[in-house]
């Protein structure tokens, strides 16, 4: 308070200063100038100082070099003051600031170098008392930016809320929009705008780096990081849960674990912990764990298991390794050329001999439950070995009904033992009354297209009575 009133007491010394100089200047000039008027020629009226420049704001950006016009003209024997509020800044070309950074240039513009902050405010050009004109500078801050916490490092627990804050600072006062670093914003959205974002029900997928970005139009938007850590016990995902080998081949097991912190993962056959050794590695590489078996024996088939454990939890998946076949897979569309057979295709692996495979298929009835199933039809096929771990098979199946939907399964066996029973197929013969049905080259052709397509589809009603047909049966 003291302080102010201290300078108040300066400012207005220094006006009754400027004041006395200014009557000091008019009284001594005026009539100096009158008395030579008076000796020469009759007394001409002195023409009235006046602006040439007007007042108006400027805008500046900090650091800047800013010069406030003041141009006048006729300015005869008065003082021109450039004052900021009631402190004067000069006095004719007489500096009464002592900030060096103020200047007079080309007459009585006012510069400023090094614009601050603080320079922002009415800045008046006053010709004795006579005038005065008004210049408002403003100030133009780029923005700055603190994140919340200051160290942008945040941990979340999972299923926890989590709020991420930044606090912008700058002229205009900036605008702050949320994004994520290589990813879409848990919301869904590309970016959000607000001083913080909040996250509920954190998981591992919410984990990673957010960006919080100010720009308020001057200078470069500044964008800042922070990194949200979430902690969770561990997730176990298997690639395959069942997993075909043969003696003397390799075998690798894969499990997927994701955990915060980083979770210690142990594989197990049965309940054994399992040990390095010559044929058995284990390698991990980022959440990626796979237990490889060089020369299978027969001992190492069985049920493994993957165990991954940090200080929040512990999760464990089983997968098989068996020597037995893999499940059947059909590659045979399911719309047969022909009115009464199919020609059904499927593929399966297995490095020892396929000893016998087994195809069973039934008529599926229109008005059919569940629980009342056609007769299956079981078919022994003898396999020939060709070749040893994929086989491609194939079986023409004659003495079908026209127009009517069938299903298919099929198992087979090696020295290990049967495989598990493929999933249903199901598939259609021609109607009775039906042209040549050309292929579809997809399997998956939309209907609609198909029949927008080809107007050989004569049969599509029929086809569309079976689908509805099918669909019945299973629901
Ligand atoms: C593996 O062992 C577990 C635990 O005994 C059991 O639940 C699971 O069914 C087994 N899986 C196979 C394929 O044998
Ligand atoms: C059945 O399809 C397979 C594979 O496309 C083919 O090799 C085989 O010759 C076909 N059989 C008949 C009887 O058309």
């Not at 308020?216 to 995902?237: A, C, K, S």
């Not at 299978?296 to 076949?325: H, I, W």
């Not at 998956?444 to 050989?456: F, Q, R, Y």
Request: aromatic fraction near 8%; glycine fraction near 6%; charged fraction near 20%.
């Amino acid at each position: 308070m003291f302080r102010r009133a201290a300078c108040l007491v300066i400012n207005m010394s220094l006006i009754v200063f400027i004041s006395l100089l200014l009557c000091s200047v008019n009284c001594s000039a005026i009539p100096a100038r009158a008395s030579s008027n008076q000796q020469s020629q009759p007394q001409q009226v002195t023409a009235a100082p006046k602006f040439m420049s007007r007042g108006q704001t400027y805008r500046a950006v900090i650091g800047d070099t800013l010069v406030l016009p003041c141009e006048v003209q006729d300015l005869g024997s008065y003082v021109l003051l450039w004052r900021r509020g009631s402190a004067v800044v000069t006095a004719d070309k007489m500096m009464v600031t002592r900030d060096p950074r103020f200047r007079l240039v080309d007459g009585y513009n006012l510069e400023i170098g090094n614009v601050m902050p603080q320079d922002a405010g009415d800045y008046v050009c006053q010709i004795g008392e006579y005038r005065d004109q008004i210049n408002t500078v403003e100030i133009l801050v780029p923005p700055s930016v603190r994140t919340s916490p200051a160290s942008g490092q945040l941990t979340a627990r999972k299923g926890g809320t989590v709020t991420l804050e930044c606090k912008a600072s700058g002229n205009p006062v900036p605008t702050i929009l949320w994004s994520r670093k290589d990813d879409s914003l848990p919301s869904g959205e590309k970016a959000l705008e607000g001083f913080s974002i909040t996250l509920e029900k954190v998981d591992r997928h919410q984990a990673g780096v957010y960006q919080c970005t100010a720009s308020n139009g001057v200078g470069d938007p500044i964008t800042v990081d922070m990194q949200l850590h979430v902690l969770y016990p561990p997730e176990v995902e298997v690639e395959r849960s069942w997993v075909h080998s043969g003696e003397g081949y390799e075998a690798q097991l894969v499990c997927i674990v994701h955990g915060e912190p980083h979770p210690n993962t142990l594989w197990y056959q049965d309940s054994f912990p399992l040990e390095p050794t010559e044929r058995r590695t284990m390698e991990s590489r980022g959440n990626k764990h796979t237990l490889t078996i060089r020369n299978v024996q027969s001992s190492d088939f069985g049920n493994y298991s993957c165990v991954a454990e940090n200080t929040l939890g512990k999760a464990k998946k089983y997968m098989e390794l068996s020597g037995r076949p893999s499940p059947a897979q059909f590659n045979s569309l399911p719309y047969s050329r022909s009115r009464d057979s199919y020609n059904l295709t499927w593929q399966l692996e297995s490095y020892p001999p396929l000893e016998e495979v087994r195809l069973l298929y039934r008529k599926l009835m229109i008005n059919e439950t569940p629980h009342h199933p056609g007769n299956w039809h079981d078919v022994i096929l003898k396999p020939s070995n060709g070749e040893t771990f994929s086989h491609v098979m194939s079986y023409d199946i004659r003495n079908l009904e026209s127009g009517s939907v069938y299903e298919a399964i099929v198992q087979a066996k090696n020295r290990y033992g049967w495989n598990e029973v493929s999933e249903s197929m199901q598939f259609y013969t021609r109607g009775p009354s039906e042209d040549t049905y050309d292929y579809p080259s997809e399997p998956h052709v939309d209907m609609e297209l198909v029949a927008a397509s080809s107007t050989k589809l004569i049969w599509k009603p029929s086809l569309m009575l079976i689908i509805a047909a099918v669909f019945h049966v299973v629901s």
